[in-house]
């Protein structure tokens, strides 16, 4: 079966501190993977995907930035954070279904930006 | 531009109280709307697909509809562990890159005893 990992589970961090949020898929290969942040009480906001080792596509342009160094290792850096990175960041997969492709999601990274 | 309309945003019910969640959804041709169920501090967690208008699904007390415009997630006789933030999704029948979700809002719903 298939599991998703993400580390860490809560991180709080300066204003203008760097960020690295892991994220790695155990069961399949050659995933599409996502990146997701959730505002509270908020719906989910696609921030990067990636179709393949090292492709990488961006939906919002922000301080933040995603790598793919592994097949099935998604990775989410910033440089400087700021205090509007703070949010729940949700890693997704998804594998081909019947016709539709669903996608299933890790734990979560509650980063606070102090 | 897909979008994906959740109401009501937040829902009180009693135990055994059941209701209806709606999911009105605009996109290019539909591959597939989906439902989540998203427990505080977790990750959404799959519960169905739907591909057609008219399609039903269900597990345990949870009903998924699908029409042409709209989905419904019906909730019967619920009980507390029901409780959680429910989230509805679209997937675009043209194959766009990365096979993107759509996601609405959600909609909160307590169930208490």
């Known amino acids: 079966s298939q599991t998703i990992h993400q580390w860490p589970a809560t991180l709080v961090q300066p204003v203008g501190s760097p960020l690295s949020l892991e994220c790695t898929v155990e069961?399949?290969?050659?995933?599409?993977l996502y990146w997701y942040r959730q505002a509270a009480g908020r719906g989910l906001q696609l921030l990067f995907y990636?179709?393949?080792?090292?492709?990488i596509s961006s939906e919002v342009p922000q301080n933040l930035s995603a790598s793919r160094p592994q097949d099935r290792q998604f990775i989410l850096s910033s440089k400087k954070l700021l205090l509007s990175d703070s949010g729940f960041y949700l890693c997704?997969?998804?594998?081909?279904?019947?016709?539709?492709?669903?996608?299933?999601f890790g734990p979560g990274t509650r980063l606070t930006v102090t | 531009e897909d979008q994906v309309t959740q109401s009501p945003e937040a829902l009180r019910l009693q135990e055994g109280e059941s209701s209806s969640l709606n999911c009105s959804y605009t996109?290019?041709?539909?591959?597939?709307l989906f439902w989540y169920r998203q427990d505080p501090g977790k990750g959404p967690e799959f519960l169905f697909t739907?591909?057609?208008a008219g399609e039903e699904k269900e597990k345990e007390r949870l009903k998924a509809t699908l029409t042409k415009k709209e989905s419904f997630l019906h909730i019967t006789a619920p009980k507390p562990e029901d409780s959680a933030t429910y989230l509805c999704?679209?997937?675009?029948?043209?194959?766009?890159?990365?096979?993107?979700?759509?996601f609405g809002g959600g909609t909160r719903v307590l169930v208490k005893p």
């Open positions: 739907l591909y057609s």
């Open positions: 990636s179709v393949g080792i090292g492709q």
């Open positions: 997704a997969w998804n594998r081909e279904g019947a016709w539709a492709y669903e996608q299933y």
């Open positions: 999704a679209v997937q675009a029948r043209i194959k766009a890159a990365g096979n993107k979700l759509t």
């Open positions: 996109v290019s041709g539909l591959r597939g």
């Open positions: 069961g399949t290969s050659n995933p599409n």
